[in-house]
């Protein structure tokens, strides 16, 4: 069912700037089989999708970050749909491939943001414990943000959630294992480690108009933070882009597709959680199914192949960044990544300090900028080692080594991100 | 002190295949400041170094691998220098700018193994605990393996270790913390964590003729696994190629700079340890010294800036895995970057063991093909995100999931690796 | 002056589909110094332009190229502008960094057309001297074509005409050396060689409510076929996409900016005339004045820098076909780049027929597609050599020469392009 | 037939630096179907051909231009074979796979120069014409020039000509439509247009052994300038570098495969005719036949697949310049593509020039470096519209307009290029 020559694609949701996000049918912020359809899509369709941002605009473009301190995560992701795709049942692989996602025309900016560690925290929580934003205006495909002056750059955009609906026995299993880890992680006594059913703040678009069908979602439904092998959601990679094709499992009659959380723009790890830019717009999909998918193609968690137009700057326009677990303390781990792209983070950030931002704007552009973080080696005991490369054409001054030693380092008025009113 | 115009470019060390490596000057395996410099390079000359394979010959071109299973590894890594670089001193930085790599002529092949779990192991060794191993043919800048049939690709050629010689306090450090982790890791019952100074085996050049100094060497150097934060070393980044630019720190007199471990090709991660496509070759280096250059340019960690002539696939010729915290036992981890990167590699198996290859097969292949391994999302608790882009084009079959929904699945003869006369 | 954080971008040209291009302000299809300008943009501000496609709507998205053969080319391009740069003056440059450029929504849809060899012709008007259409439809940065099928691409889009208007003086010098052409051209007895002032359907915005002006400029004013040295216009650069930065003399005060001929695609050498995918649109600009810039850049003609999301395929996935100049009827030209490049088209329509396409089918698709048409060698008498890369990912099947070899060709129901209702 | 593995690959044809060119066997400058084969490949088989530079050695690394403006053009190219491959008959398909092109360890040296006017010329000889030269050296992939200094890049090295034999009927169609040009041509008065068949110093492998073949062979042999679209040979494109495979067609038994004219580097249209960085060297070609392949794949001329490694540096870091077909008298062309490519080259030249280099030096680096030259638009008569992209990080100073408008025109020394020694 394509649409027909000539005539616009047809847009399946729509979303209001008027009616709280609460409100709208259409939207909604857990997993659950039994969350209504929000409309149907046949196979072989292109449609947009209206999406909120992932916060249902909690964040404001303003100075202060006092809203990213507050923020109210029991009420994200936003998420539009679940679409009902025709004939689709469990077993069958949706291949998703997004033709276009744009921003609101009315609405050119987004945000990128450090929450405070107690409210959500983030990857260097440790070091940048207060909430701080930045936001990030948007000039067709390129955003620049007076929160993070001296760099320009073209947007990978894409979608951060795609997933379709758990099954009843996939939500059980998602609600056991992550149940069993806040049970007994070592960290779960100082900070959360899992985000479990939350019946506050859930929407289910229509669902409240079925007598008990809201407070069963909302004490078994699966957070929409993290992304799940299952079913993918929230995974936050940012080659989904323009062109991308995915393929998703379905896990009910009708695959309960949905999608939002989109980003203009973000880095490899988004580290500082709300860390890509973040924005309301329009996808455009081309949905297609492919009976008894899972089995023919092999598929546990989902696979997908990127677009041909992602921002290419050359290898060797790439200042690249090693990083090693060896923390600052000068505690050897073994072979964890995570403590090794920590450090990489923070080679980084003392490079580009010294330029004249804060600590804090770097945090959000590595965020938020399409740097490329890979896991360039990982059996060599005890050190996992990782690379960061960091593309030097974004910004308007040159940050390479010939540049400092060839000029020094320049002095740069670099302005300041937006911080909290009680910044301490 | 660049060449003359029309003049061969100097070879600074020279290796012999009929010595044992153990026996030859200008070779060592261990970091120390104390191992006598191999020979002296000028700052702004380009010279030639030749590199034996990391083991020093220890593996054969057969199709055993119980070479691979009884592998002395006290013996590694034999590598090049240290050389002296005239007029450096700590807190300088040595700029090393990689003109080319190749393998000798007369020797146009090397090997990529899996260890076995009790002698080296790797990142899957508890899903392939029994050695195996892949000779790769060299046909210029391609390579193909008789035991991995099926694949052809160019080799994004680079060293797995450069480095500068560590200060006797930094080695005493190096000794410190790694000492502290195999005291307390929770793994160092049932594994290694980490590799202690080892007096067997220890090779220091010319450092026998001093009476005292290589049981010194011995007692105090570093193993060259792993690689280390201060001084980069075993890193194995793939990226490191041709036209690549490192800075790397000086941390003593005359720097002591060594290379080895040359790879034909790597995939990110490198992931069965001696994953790479091993090799005896030569590397050719430019020399440059920035005085006083880790303040410059405020380093702690090298750096370095990838060259032009790495191969391209196109993003629409990348099929990419994903990768979640979650294990095939359905436990749920803490944001495991690791767990999720050892995901993402049996799906890749998964995926490519339907048209005929064996496990150890595409773990082989996924250790030396030039996969791309991204940190996609680290901050969504608890599942940490990673990717496995896989180029289609390295393939001569359509491994694409639309060439299997148009015409199935192939049925190709793809032979074996080589696997342990005694293998069970 | 920068458009405010988190407002629209002002819409400096609306174009409307209701009124014919004809009487609209703020269109015109001649270069004149004295066309009113439309508006004023201020050096620094980034607007949104629509405009109309170059023909102003003569041609139909039906399956007759009827439209086509009768095309009145007295009246193109319709061109939006010209408009006033704010404190711009004869010898400064106009830096105009193109943000993004889209189709309207409500028009998801553009044309490919070969003109009759008898109005308007094409490169390749001998071989196919009868009119053809193609339509093709856009699919967020795809487009596909019912009168193409089995290929599918990424528009890399972009206008076909830019320019600043030519002062009196560029105008005459224009007018005399064109019309020496066509007083002294081999070629001016059997064919247009050149397109004189016209004062027949001239447009120029509300220059028809001052007495005479518009007698004046269709008397005097210069066609909008070709581009000019001078001041760029129809150059038809498929690389002036997202992200591009060209830099463009100013002739008059005011400069006089006019865009138009927006394309969806196009192919090097866009041979068909009107064969990149021509839409109506809206541009989003960003300008800046460089003042004095033509001396301080020692520029006669435009200068570019593309920009960083071009569609990329790898070199890998690019088949490419060798055209020298020596005819069809085994004439040897002297180093002519033209016949050598027709030659090129001709290989590559040969080799894509097997398939089952018209020629006509491939004239339009190599007209459209991004193809890389590039000029080899060009000195080694008398054979001037040219190469067509043709992206082998924008076909649905193999058209690679290991495809055939494997496979055989395939049998494939290609369909027709539009043709006109009179054909022989 | 692949070599055996760990043994080197065989080298099919050894040259020799110390007899001279015309007396060696295997070498030839003629193309004709009776030149005795070098020797014998066999289908499967990759084998290494050492080649000379294509003038068998008449130039030096020195500071003066007087070789190459004495320089023998009857000599050129001395080709490397030809060889037998075996099993080959007219209208199969030679299959070339460059494995890889290297310059010899011990002559890490190439040249670029400018012909005299009167003895080779170039296509910027009105404006140049006198002769001029740079040496190259070799760092590795890289290269760099006393002659052309502030500027250093990577190679794209590849054959100038590879092809195969012509058969007795192609070779009199080659000399009867060359001929024809001579006779036909209203440039033939003042200069070259066609290089037809001559009897000094031609050379043919070992034909003088046989009475009359050689007189025969100079007779009758077609020079090796230019290309030609039966069978490639001169055709001089930069992108048949390592990796690509190119589909040659056969017009004799055996096929008679012949390649020299090895190119360290290029720049697209190889301006000054010996423009290329022109070396001696090895190159490692993989030999496949298909049989019946002209058919089976409807070529006529020889059709290609570049490689994977080309040196990228990213669109947004290409200065592209416009060239119209308007001549520097403002005298109008018709849509003729060399003179808009004149008109490209002088604006560079026009560019780079106020950075301190002279006219030749650019010329000569315009030749060589890789610059991508396109056919942008070819049907706007009058107005053939061509671009030539210079990348801007082969510069090790910025060359960008916003470095200049940031930071003015640097000083530079930037020294000279080799000048005869009569120059005036």
Same mark, same amino acid.
Request: glycine letters at 12%; hydrophobic letters at 35%; charged letters at 20%.
């Given at each position: 069912?394509?649409?027909?020559?000539?005539?616009? *694609?047809?847009?399946?949701?729509?979303?209001? @700037?008027?009616?709280?996000?609460?409100? !709208?049918?259409?939207?909604?912020?857990?997993?659950?089989?039994?969350?209504?359809?929000?409309?149907?899509?046949?196979? #072989?369709?292109?449609?947009?999708?209206?999406?909120?941002?992932? &916060?249902?605009?909690?964040?404001?473009?303003?100075?202060?970050?006092?809203?990213?301190?507050?923020?109210?995560?029991?009420?994200?992701?936003?998420?539009?749909?679940?679409?009902?795709?025709?004939?689709?049942?469990?077993?069958?692989?949706?291949?998703?491939? *997004?033709?276009?996602? !744009?921003?609101?025309?009315?609405?050119?900016?987004?945000?990128?943001?450090?929450?405070?560690?107690?409210?959500?925290?983030?990857?260097?929580?440790?070091?940048?414990?207060?909430?701080?934003?930045?936001?990030?205006? @948007?000039?067709?495909? @390129?955003?620049?943000? +007076?929160?993070? $002056?001296?760099?320009? @750059?073209?947007?990978?955009?894409?979608?951060?959630?795609? #997933?379709?609906?758990?099954?009843?026995?996939?939500?059980?299993?998602?609600?056991?294992?992550?149940?069993?880890?806040?049970?007994?992680?070592?960290?779960?006594?100082? +900070?959360?480690?899992?985000?479990?059913?939350?019946?506050?703040?859930?929407?289910?678009?229509?669902?409240?108009?079925?007598?008990?069908?809201?407070?069963?979602?909302?004490?078994?439904?699966?957070?929409?933070?993290?992304?799940?092998?299952?079913?993918?959601?929230?995974?936050?990679?940012?080659?989904?882009? +323009?062109?991308?094709?995915?393929?998703?499992?379905?896990?009910?009659?009708?695959?309960?597709?949905?999608?939002?959380?989109?980003?203009?723009?973000? #880095?490899?790890?988004?580290?500082?959680?709300?860390?890509?830019?973040?924005?309301?717009?329009?996808? &455009?999909?081309?949905?297609?199914?492919?009976?008894?998918?899972?089995?023919?193609?092999?598929?546990?968690?989902?696979?997908?192949? $990127?677009?041909?137009?992602?921002?290419?700057?050359? $290898?060797?326009?790439?200042? &690249?960044?090693?990083?090693?677990?060896?923390?600052?303390?000068?505690?050897?781990?073994?072979?964890?990544?995570?403590?090794?792209?920590?450090?990489?983070?923070? +080679?980084?950030?003392?490079?580009?300090?010294?330029?004249?931002?804060?600590?804090?704007?770097?945090?959000?552009?590595?965020?938020?900028?399409?740097?490329?973080?890979?896991?360039?080696?990982?059996?060599? *005991?005890?050190?996992?080692?990782?690379?960061?490369?960091?593309?030097?054409?974004?910004?308007?001054?040159?940050?390479?080594?010939?540049?400092?030693?060839?000029?020094?380092? $320049?002095?740069?008025?670099?302005?300041?991100?937006?911080?909290?009113?009680?910044?301490?």
């Amino acid at each position: 069912m394509a649409t027909p020559s000539g005539t616009p *694609i047809r847009t399946a949701h729509s979303v209001s @700037f008027e009616t709280p996000a609460s409100e !709208q049918a259409g939207l909604h912020n857990r997993w659950h089989p039994d969350i209504p359809f929000a409309s149907a899509i046949t196979p #072989g369709e292109t449609v947009k999708i209206e999406c909120l941002d992932w &916060t249902g605009g909690q964040i404001k473009n303003d100075d202060s970050a006092d809203d990213v301190k507050n923020i109210d995560l029991t009420r994200v992701h936003y998420l539009s749909g679940p679409f009902e795709i025709k004939g689709a049942e469990p077993g069958d692989v949706l291949q998703v491939e *997004i033709q276009d996602v !744009q921003p609101f025309d009315h609405r050119p900016w987004g945000f990128c943001a450090i929450f405070d560690k107690k409210n959500g925290g983030g990857f260097l929580d440790e070091e940048y414990p207060q909430a701080a934003k930045a936001i990030w205006d @948007f000039s067709g495909i @390129f955003t620049s943000s +007076r929160h993070v $002056p001296g760099v320009k @750059f073209a947007g990978l955009i894409h979608p951060g959630i795609m #997933g379709c609906a758990p099954s009843t026995e996939l939500l059980a299993e998602w609600t056991r294992r992550e149940t069993e880890l806040v049970d007994t992680c070592e960290h779960a006594a100082h +900070r959360d480690v899992a985000l479990l059913p939350e019946p506050r703040s859930v929407h289910a678009g229509v669902a409240a108009k079925t007598p008990g069908l809201l407070e069963k979602i909302g004490k078994e439904g699966a957070r929409t933070i993290p992304g799940r092998p299952e079913h993918g959601g929230n995974c936050d990679i940012k080659n989904l882009s +323009r062109g991308s094709k995915t393929f998703l499992p379905v896990h009910i009659n009708g695959a309960g597709f949905s999608v939002g959380d989109l980003h203009f723009s973000q #880095g490899d790890g988004e580290i500082s959680f709300c860390g890509a830019i973040e924005m309301a717009g329009v996808i &455009t999909i081309k949905f297609d199914l492919i009976k008894g998918g899972m089995e023919k193609l092999g598929m546990k968690s989902p696979i997908y192949i $990127p677009g041909p137009v992602e921002p290419q700057f050359g $290898p060797g326009r790439m200042l &690249t960044f090693e990083g090693f677990s060896v923390d600052d303390a000068g505690k050897q781990h073994f072979l964890d990544v995570n403590v090794a792209y920590k450090q990489n983070c923070k +080679r980084v950030i003392e490079y580009l300090q010294r330029f004249g931002y804060s600590g804090e704007q770097i945090y959000l552009l590595l965020s938020c900028a399409p740097i490329q973080g890979h896991i360039a080696g990982i059996v060599d *005991i005890p050190n996992a080692c990782t690379t960061i490369g960091l593309p030097m054409d974004i910004f308007d001054f040159d940050i390479s080594p010939a540049g400092i030693l060839k000029n020094g380092l $320049p002095k740069l008025d670099l302005g300041s991100c937006a911080y909290t009113s009680d910044r301490k």
